[in-house]
Structures are given as structure tokens and as C-alpha cells.
């Protein structure tokens, strides 16, 4: 991936972060009012952890690093810290939205990876 890919990747999910969190704060009194909007609260937290883990990994990538479980638990410690400030109900789902979006991400990101792997062997 370029360079500018990462730069690109970066600004975007900072952009998409402050959105959802600017959203989330916003509505806090909303999706504190019932055990639907908590469980929707959940998932904006996730999707901040998303986007953050999305924002550290391209920062690792950029500075030369690998991406790591370092990275994970960052995201994760922001997204719960963002959860927490609308209920309690939304740390727990956060976390299992989080679970889940990064077990997603890993049979994704393995998926691509093995594409990538039979396309080089082949030429």
C-alpha cells in the first residue's frame, strides 16, 4: 500500500471518529433512555474503536512498525472510555460489538492476505 494510502486512511478515520463521537455525545440523553438505545450506543462505541485501531494501525504501518495487540487494546480503551460516557449498559456492548467487529476483520484481513499470496506465487 502507497504512502499516500495510509495518509488517506489516517484522515478519514479521524474524520469518521469525531463524527460518531460528536454524534454520540450529542444524543448522549437519547441512547441512555432505553435498552434499544443502549445497545445502539454500544455499537457507535464499537464503531469508534473502528476507527481508532483503524487510525494507530496505519500509524504503526506509516512509522515503520507492524500493527499489534498494543493497538487493539488502545482502541478498545478509547471506545469504552467514549461508551461509558453515555451508560453502563454501552461498555459491555461495546465490547461484544468490538469482539466481533475484530473478529470480522481478522477473516477479512486473513482472506486478503491469502488472495494476495496465490496471486505473487503465481507469477
Known amino acids: 500500500e502507497s504512502m499516500a494510502g495510509v ?3 489516517m ?3 479521524v474524520l469518521l471518529f469525531t463524527v460518531v463521537l460528536s454524534l454520540q455525545q450529542v444524543y448522549r440523553g ?3 433512555s ?3 438505545f ?3 450506543g454500544g455499537f457507535t462505541s464499537s464503531l469508534l474503536f473502528l476507527f481508532s485501531l483503524t487510525f494507530i494501525g496505519n500509524l504503526q504501518e506509516s512509522s515503520g512498525g507492524k500493527s499489534s495487540w498494543g493497538a487493539v487494546i488502545i482502541a478498545e480503551i478509547i471506545a ?3 461508551a461509558s460516557t453515555v451508560h453502563r ?3 459491555t456492548t461495546c465490547f461484544l460489538f468490538s469482539a466481533g467487529l475484530l473478529y470480522e476483520m481478522n477473516k477479512i484481513s486473513g482472506y486478503m492476505l491469502s488472495k494476495a499470496e496465490s496471486k505473487s506465487k503465481r507469477h
Open 7 to 9: 495518509g488517506t486512511s
Open 11 to 13: 484522515l478519514v478515520s
Open 30 to 32: 437519547k441512547l441512555a
Open 34 to 36: 432505553s435498552e434499544l
Open 38 to 40: 443502549t445497545i445502539l
Open 80 to 82: 469504552l472510555v467514549a
Open 89 to 91: 449498559v454501552c461498555i
